[in-house]
């Protein structure tokens, strides 16, 4: 879409809040099947679900994302 010169500002949103929760349910159904083990500093596990927790806060959290999305699809709540 992008190379075509189509905007992508609401798709990209859509993929960033995705992208982001994804990125939290993965992680967290991981560390419960690992149980203690993947709650260690040192497990990858644990590390992954530390990590990637910032990518629904990093460079727009998810709250922004559904504003612009919601903007997008003409549904934000407006100031009469
Ligand atoms: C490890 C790390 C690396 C970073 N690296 C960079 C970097 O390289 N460059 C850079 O520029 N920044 C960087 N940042 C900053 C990052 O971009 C900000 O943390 C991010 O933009 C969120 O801003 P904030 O932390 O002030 O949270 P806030 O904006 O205070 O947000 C806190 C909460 O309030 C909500 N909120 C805020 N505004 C609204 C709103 N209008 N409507 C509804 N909810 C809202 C948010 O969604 C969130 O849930 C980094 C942060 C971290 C932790």
């Known amino acids: 879409m ?3 010169g189509q905007g992508v ?3 990209a949103s859509m993929a960033k ?3 982001g ?3 939290r349910q993965v992680p967290d159904a991981c560390l419960q099947f690992w149980g203690g083990m993947g709650y260690m500093w040192e497990n990858r ?3 992954a679900y530390r990590d990637a927790r910032l990518s629904s806060i990093g ?4 709250e922004i994302m559904l504003g612009i999305i919601s903007k ?3 549904i934000a709540p407006r100031k009469e």
């Open 2 to 4: 992008y190379v075509a």
């Open 9 to 11: 500002t609401g798709v």
């Open 17 to 19: 809040l995705k992208a």
């Open 21 to 23: 929760r994804l990125a």
């Open 45 to 47: 596990v644990g590390r």
């Open 59 to 62: 460079g727009g959290a998810d």
């Open 72 to 74: 997008y699809m003409g």
